[in-house]
């Protein structure tokens, strides 16, 4: 016993062996692909549906201090996105125009301040798009540092690979939206309250302070962080921490009791991020509309939780999943595209890497605190209707992929995965990363579009999914690069997505689409026979081909194109006919 016991220990000094500068560049190595990757791919991607909006109310924030755009979107990602663009003084935004006045005019806004008001497209959305980068960037140090803490230095390596590379974090940690944000931040509030609970005797306020900090910071990125209230409402009472010798129940109500105390404080960091806005409420549901008389803090802010509960109980657009549709979303919308998004690389390694951990005593507690917070922030996604994206579920991810590091940790390092064969969990941690990184230069620069073979890959993608989950509007500046190559002059263009074809000098007749008003209102005047579509070249958006706007039974424009196979593709998101 005392021979296997030395064995052991000598393994698993040597599995540690790779030391602290080894690791360093190792982290540069990572650093250094990724901003490449990054960068390639965000120049080549034309402006998706919803950054417009974005670019817009942050730069309208910055510029006047006024948050009025930001009722379903909170202003802290939006105004880092946009702070690049203070370097642009030159910028015009229409709050010369009623849409500045209006309670939704968002919309309007943006599409006049980025195609009408202004005249160079490429470089602010470039701009705009490399402080997400940089939270990319800081979501990969922060599964870094949580997974060192958790399982030591080579499992932090690890987790940095993981997060850098992954396909859906990469896509979105190009855009300028809030998926970034909202991710990075309810995950670093959920890593320091974890290191707040896992010391209970020491330094208590000091680790409480930046917890809170935050907690704040999640609220004020996006609105579907508050639902990792009830996550961690729930990590705060399970026994998953020392005790301090309090025992179980007292040290549960003390890490409640911290807990709340973050959520009022967070709440004050809102407000901060809010500007210190102060005005009358602005609620349209009949049982908070006695409020709007009434002078309160941030008045947006709330308006916008209503506005989100009100979207997530009846969704914004159809939900759509594998060929059908549904106005109250599906129940197994986001286990699906968790299953056929997520490389088969990582779904193996989650499986194992949960199996491995669980059942070591040593490692179980920490495992648990993991997937419980990816589990339970995953349900509540599955209870909404809003069903437009696999995005929405993105905050879960960073706390598997610190799961799956946990095979390079120094508790499991002596161990084999079988007696008879010389395979370690570390190795097999290694293997993941090469293989993750090889999918993430495979796939680039589509990463949006990304499937893996369980849905067919990404050209069967728009299959069993649409809008951001392949189609976002992002290949428009490949459409043109495209018909340079093909020699083609003009396209049919069923269009998705909110930017300007004509900016582009793209030659096109439009065709029933999304996102601009001249396609928009083709699908009630169809400019051609839909049963004998005439001769020409048809360049027709994933998600357009699905008709959302219409009901199931109307849905016979784009019958005849979904029953053929497409000549060409652009990207994944714009097939050719």
């Known amino acids: 016993m005392v021979e296997k016991q030395g064995a052991a220990q000598t393994a698993a000094r040597g599995a540690n062996s790779v030391g602290p500068r080894a690791r360093v560049w190792l982290a540069v190595a990572a650093l250094l692909l990724f901003t490449f990757l990054a960068l390639d791919s965000l120049v080549g991607d034309s402006p998706t549906m919803d950054e417009q909006n974005h670019i817009a109310r942050g730069l309208a924030f910055l510029r006047t201090g006024d948050p009025r755009l930001s009722l379903e979107h909170p202003p802290l990602v939006n105004a880092l996105s946009a702070l690049p663009l203070l370097t642009m003084p030159e910028l015009r935004l229409p709050t010369d125009h009623p849409s500045w006045e209006r309670r939704e005019g968002w919309y309007e806004f943006a599409d006049l301040f980025l195609w009408q008001y202004n005249h160079d497209v490429d470089r602010i959305v470039y701009l ?16 870094y540092r949580f997974a060192r803490r958790l399982w030591g230095g080579a499992a932090g390596v690890v987790a940095l690979w993981l997060h850098l590379f992954e396909p859906n974090l990469l896509a979105h940690g190009r855009y300028a939206t809030t998926d970034m944000g909202g991710t990075l931040f309810t995950f670093l509030a959920t890593f320091l309250l974890w290191r707040l609970w896992a ?26 962080a508050l639902g990792f209230a009830p996550v961690w ?3 705060a009472v399970l026994p998953l921490y020392p005790d301090g010798g309090r025992g179980q129940a007292r040290a549960a109500a003390r890490r409640l009791g911290q807990l709340a105390a973050a959520g009022l404080v967070a709440l004050l960091v809102v407000w901060a991020i809010y500007g210190f806005q102060w005005g009358n ?16 803090p941030m008045p947006t802010f709330w308006a916008g939780v209503e506005q989100i509960a009100r979207l997530s109980g009846g969704g914004r657009a159809q939900s759509f999943l594998l060929g059908r549709f549904s106005d109250t979303g599906f129940a197994a919308y986001f286990p699906v595209a968790f299953a056929v998004k997520t ?6 390694a989650i499986a194992l890497a949960a199996v491995w951990l669980l059942r070591d005593g040593r ?15 995953f349900g509540l996604t599955m209870t909404g209707a809003l069903n437009i994206g696999y995005r929405h579920a993105l905050p879960a991810l960073p706390y ?3 799961l799956v590091a946990g095979l390079a940790g120094r508790e499991v390092a002596a161990r084999r995965l079988w007696n008879r064969v010389s395979i370690g969990p570390r190795s097999i941690a290694a293997v993941v990363v090469v293989v993750l990184v090889g999918v993430a230069v495979w796939i680039h620069p589509h990463y949006l579009s990304y499937f893996n073979p369980i849905a067919g890959g990404p050209a069967n993608g728009y299959r069993v999914l649409i809008d951001s989950n392949v189609d976002w509007g992002q290949d428009l500046l490949r459409l043109r690069r495209w018909m340079d190559e093909e020699d083609v002059e003009s396209v049919r263009l069923g269009w998705f997505g909110t930017a300007d074809p004509t900016y582009y000098a793209i030659h096109h007749e439009p065709l029933p689409g999304l996102g601009r008003d001249p396609f928009f209102r083709l699908w009630w005047a169809v400019p051609f026979d839909p049963a004998a579509p005439p001769p020409g070249v048809y360049a027709i958006s ?20 979904r029953a053929r196979q497409p000549s060409d593709r652009v990207g994944y998101s714009i097939l050719i006919y």
Do not use: C
């Open 343 to 348: 490389p088969l690389v990582l779904l193996a």
């Open 400 to 402: 598997l992929l610190v």
């Open 363 to 377: 490692t179980r507690r920490r495992a648990l605190f993991l997937l419980l917070a990816a589990a339970l922030f």
């Open 233 to 235: 409402i729930v990590l």
């Open 199 to 224: 010391a209970p005797t020491r330094q208590t306020w000091r680790r409480w302070a930046p917890a809170t900090l935050a907690v704040g910071l999640a609220f004020g990125s996006k609105m579907s």
């Open 128 to 143: 705009s798009r490399l402080p997400i980068v940089a939270l990319h960037i800081a979501l990969a140090l922060t599964g």
């Open 542 to 561: 994933a998600t357009s081909l699905w008709e959302t706007p219409l009901r199931p039974e109307e849905k016979n424009v784009y019958a005849w194109f």
């Open 281 to 296: 409420f602005q609620f349209i549901s009949p049982d908070l509309a006695a409020l709007n008389g009434r002078a309160g």
